[in-house]
């Protein structure tokens, strides 16, 4: 009886050893799939206001020069901070890439949806190898994050909510939720919301008050502030970054000269934006 007794409980332990050798290698296999991670001093997360260059005059590097810190660009032109309401392909290749998909994905840490977004549209050439370094960022070791995403947001007429929605399909619930993901991840993170820079029309108007179906851009400016104050997180306003006049060899140059298209920023304008962000972090 004592043998038999004996060789059970050999046999129960022989078991556990085997499925902790099994879980182990398991667990080793895994770990290989996924890349090494780092955290950064600084990760910007925004749309083409912040994506239109990705060289030395882009406007990370510029911040990155300023402030002598090291900046991470994950902009990526085209997107939006919420999921918008379609069921085709291309809506969903977006969704995944929205600051929404991607700050739950973090929070996963499974970025297998962004990871299949291959895109083939002008100026999207970077976004592979951004969807890589995304996943190689540690976020829980990073000291700031600025969001820049709204432009696009407004451009497709998505509603923009209140200050307490949390439906990823109003912008308002989507930043909510962005704010709530990126705090679960690490507690101690700075997030500071940057606001659209002005637009103008293809007349020459400006588009502050025109209503694309979702709320007029200010509208959109005015809760993404609401937001952040509701959440305690940071709000810089880019709204006067084009009222300093400059004479360029480019000739003079003041609000819509600042752009390329009464949208995206070009060299000076960029330079504008990092220096205003620049300075709001050495003021804080």
Known sequence: MKKIKAEKIITALLSLVFAGVLLGISLLLLSRGKPAKTGRDIV????????????????????????????????????????IYEESSPAMQRNALSMFMIAKAF???????????????PATEYFGSRIAEMQTLDLKNTDTVIIGQCINDYHCGIQVGDANSASEYTYCGALNMVIMYLRQINPDIRIIIVSPTPKWTDSGNEAINMNLGGGSLGDFMRMQKEVAEKNGVEYISLLDVYDTPLDTSEGHMQGMSYTVDGTHPNLFARKAIADKIADYLKET
Request: proline share 2%; aromatic share 10%.
């Open 107 to 121: 929070l996963m840490d499974d970025f297998s949806q962004q990871a299949l977004y291959h895109p083939t549209e």
């Open 44 to 83: 910007i997360f925004g749309d083409s206001i912040m994506a239109y260059s990705q060289d030395d005059s882009s406007v990370a590097n510029f911040l990155s020069a300023e402030t002598g810190r090291d900046v991470l660009d994950l902009s990526f032109g085209g997107t939006l901070m919420s999921c």
